[in-house]
């Protein structure tokens, strides 16, 4: 199962997201699930990095793992929002559409701060 960890902070934007495992719908390299998800993640990443007014730090180590960490000022608030935003948004429908293998976490930044898996 894909396991996806968003750490928002007190105004709802996003600080973290850590994306592990795999999905098991289809055989390795031909998974729909895990696709949909990497690509979300890998977009965001991609589409955040750069940006006046957001650090990033992300990497894919292995294949089974992708994160981000996300640090934003004044200027690039709004973009963060909206990135974050269509982010969240993507691994929801994603879990909802595939429940048994996917499952999102949504909480706060702080270690052991999350809250209960998103119903899919």
Same mark, same amino acid.
């Given at each position: 199962? *894909?396991?996806? $960890?968003? @750490?928002?902070?007190?105004? !709802? /934007? +996003?600080?973290?997201?850590?994306?592990?495992?795999?999905? =098991?719908?289809?055989?390795?390299?031909?998974?729909?699930?895990?696709?949909?998800?990497?690509?979300?993640?890998?977009?965001?990443?991609?589409?955040?990095?750069?940006?006046?007014? *957001?650090?990033? $730090?992300? @990497?894919?180590?292995?294949? !089974? /793992? +992708?994160?981000?960490?996300?640090?934003?000022?004044?200027? =690039?608030?709004?973009?963060?929002?909206?990135?974050?935003?269509?982010?969240?948004?993507?691994?929801?429908?994603?879990?909802?559409?595939?429940?048994?293998?996917?499952?999102?976490? *949504?909480?706060?930044?702080?270690?052991?701060?999350?809250?209960?898996?998103?119903?899919?």
């Amino acid at each position: 199962m *894909i396991r996806a $960890r968003v @750490a928002l902070d007190g105004a !709802g /934007l +996003l600080r973290s997201c850590r994306v592990e495992g795999h999905a =098991g719908w289809g055989r390795r390299g031909a998974d729909l699930v895990c696709a949909a998800v990497s690509v979300l993640l890998r977009s965001a990443l991609r589409t955040l990095s750069g940006r006046k007014g *957001i650090s990033l $730090r992300g @990497a894919a180590p292995d294949r !089974g /793992l +992708l994160w981000m960490e996300v640090d934003y000022d004044a200027e =690039g608030r709004d973009f963060l929002a909206a990135a974050g935003a269509f982010l969240v948004d993507g691994l929801r429908s994603v879990a909802e559409a595939y429940p048994k293998c996917c499952c999102i976490t *949504i909480g706060g930044p702080g270690p052991g701060d999350s809250g209960p898996p998103v119903e899919g």
